[in-house]
T-cell receptor, first 113, second 112 residues
Framework: EPEVTQTPSHQVTQMGQEVILRCVPISNHLYFYWYRQILGQKVEFLVSFYNNEISEKSEIFDDQFSVERPDGSNFTLKIRSTKLEDSAMYFC???????????FGPGTRLTVL | KQEVTQIPAALSVPEGENLVLNCSFTDSAIYNLQWFRQDPGKGLTSLLLIQSSQREQTSGRLNASLDKSSGRSTLYIAASQPGDSATYLCAVASGGYNKLIFGAGTRLAVHP
């Protein structure tokens, strides 16, 4: 069964460093999303992406964040200069038809020291 | 601003019980509602999706209902098993490009 994959599963970085989190959405899906979950808190929407551009972003998604679909399969989230408060589980999701079921990846746990 | 609340926050039951988990949302203008399961430290597994025009969906021992006008959904789990132990999240898609707004979840423990 097709699934969303994410790499790495765990990333440890120093404050101020850049990180890139990678996702491979389900192959025929067109809509892509990033969410994050700080430990013990709700899952929060970060950004949605369609047709090679951002369709919506939250207040969290400031200039330190960017997303890219560098090729036909990967979808990346870049944090330019990480802060301690960026430590969280980051989830990628995709769906094939707008307003249909979203499928989530297993997440990348980001730890900023 | 859409807000999603889940009650109870935690639930511990003996195996075999039938359970009801509750989800409420403040803005009834939703496109759909999705129930997820999350195991500790893991990703989100989609359980059921209810479109705004639907009243309920069923999958195996799970049944989810939606009352959009009152801003409520319930997830019914029949004959609970220890393997059902997990956190159950409710999320609504409202406004924009199908972004999901999540509740805090109900942490379920089913003991033998």
């Amino acid at each position: 069964e097709p699934e969303v994959t994410q790499t790495p599963s765990h990333q440890v970085t120093q404050m101020g460093q850049e990180v890139i989190l990678r996702c491979v959405p389900i192959s025929n899906h067109l809509y892509f999303y990033w969410y994050r979950q700080i430990l013990g808190q709700k899952v929060e929407f970060l950004v949605s992406f369609y047709n090679n551009e951002i369709s919506e972003k939250s207040e969290i998604f400031d200039d330190q964040f960017s997303v890219e679909r560098p090729d036909g399969s990967n979808f990346t989230l870049k944090i330019r200069s990480t802060k301690l408060e960026d430590s969280a589980m980051y989830f990628c999701a995709s769906n094939g038809v707008l307003y249909n079921e979203q499928f989530f990846g297993p997440g990348t746990r980001l730890t900023v020291l | 601003k859409q807000e999603v609340t889940q009650i109870p926050a935690a639930l511990s039951v003996p195996e075999g019980e039938n359970l009801v988990l509750n989800c409420s949302f403040t803005d009834s203008a939703i496109y759909n509602l999705q129930w997820f399961r999350q195991d500790p430290g893991k990703g989100l597994t989609s359980l059921l999706l209810i479109q705004s025009s639907q009243r309920e969906q069923t999958s195996g021992r799970l049944n989810a209902s939606l009352d959009k006008s009152s801003g409520r959904s319930t997830l019914y789990i029949a004959a609970s098993q220890p393997g059902d132990s997990a956190t159950y999240l409710c999320a609504v898609a409202s406004g924009g490009y199908n972004k999901l707004i999540f509740g805090a979840g109900t942490r379920l423990a089913v003991h033998p």
